[in-house]
């Protein structure tokens, strides 16, 4: 099992250029979201994706979209890149079977994004 | 408003030492609290949960404490190693609502 894995690693952007992170998971899990991690901010919540076909907005969802390809796959674009939008990206997994308790989400490496 | 707070950005301990990492939480809602590590230039790891129902849950050298009344829980690390040194998240969610809440983050710097 590779659990979740992100590409790219690491990308570069110049202000206005489009780009998409890719996300995949192989643990059959129903829920999948995306994080930004910056200094001093914790991880933040972009989107998340309860299940295939649903997608909803998260803490900070401006400037970025979102497309549930597949039970496996959960891709995040931004459409416009900004500076602002300069970040660590996490995509994690989760397997939520609709009870009381939350789920332990599992996370990616992580994408490196810089925005000039 | 930030419902998951770790008031401390880092600590520094010996090794062999105790490390405590606290928490605390608003939202009565919570029901699910875990603990991430996070190690530069990777993913978060899972580390250890526990849920309401419980007051404490341990895994090897790791001790959860929940104290719901106090809405507050801490990490114990016991004895505390060198490769202990990481960003410890902590995590909460429960009700209806399966996202998890992180707090910032403390740095645990584990000195030989």
């Known amino acids: 099992n590779a659990g979740v894995t992100q590409t790219p690693k690491f990308q570069v952007l110049k202000t206005g250029q489009s780009m998409t992170l890719q996300c995949a998971q192989d643990?059959?899990?129903?829920?999948m979201y995306w994080y930004r991690q910056d200094p001093g901010m914790g991880l933040r919540l972009i989107y998340y994706?309860?299940?295939?076909?649903?997608?909803d907005k998260g803490e900070v969802p401006n400037g970025y979209n979102v497309s549930r390809l597949n039970k496996r796959e959960f891709s995040l674009r931004l459409e416009s890149a900004a500076p602002s939008q300069t970040s660590v990206y996490f995509c994690?997994?989760?397997?939520?079977?609709?009870?009381?308790?939350?789920?332990?989400?599992?996370f990616g490496p992580g994408t490196r994004l810089l925005v000039l | 408003d930030q419902q998951v707070k770790q008031n401390s950005p880092s600590l520094s301990v010996q090794e062999g030492r105790i490390s405590i990492l606290n928490c605390d939480y608003t939202?009565?809602?919570?029901?699910?609290f875990l603990w991430y590590k996070k190690y530069p230039a990777e993913g978060p790891t899972f580390l250890i949960s526990?849920?309401?129902?419980?007051d404490k849950n341990e895994d090897g050298r790791f001790t959860v404490f929940l104290n719901k009344s106090a809405k507050h829980l801490s990490l114990h690390i016991v004895p505390s190693q060198p490769g202990d040194s990481a960003v410890y998240f902590c995590?909460?969610?429960?009700?209806?609502?399966?996202?998890?809440?992180f707090g910032k983050g403390t740095l645990l710097t584990v000195n030989p």
């Open positions: 994690a997994s989760s397997h939520w079977t609709g009870g009381n308790f939350g789920e332990t989400q599992y």
């Open positions: 939202n009565s809602m919570f029901d699910y």
């Open positions: 994706s309860a299940s295939e076909g649903t997608t």
């Open positions: 643990m059959n899990h129903n829920s």
């Open positions: 526990i849920s309401s129902i419980k």
């Open positions: 995590a909460a969610g429960g009700g209806s609502n399966y996202k998890l809440t």
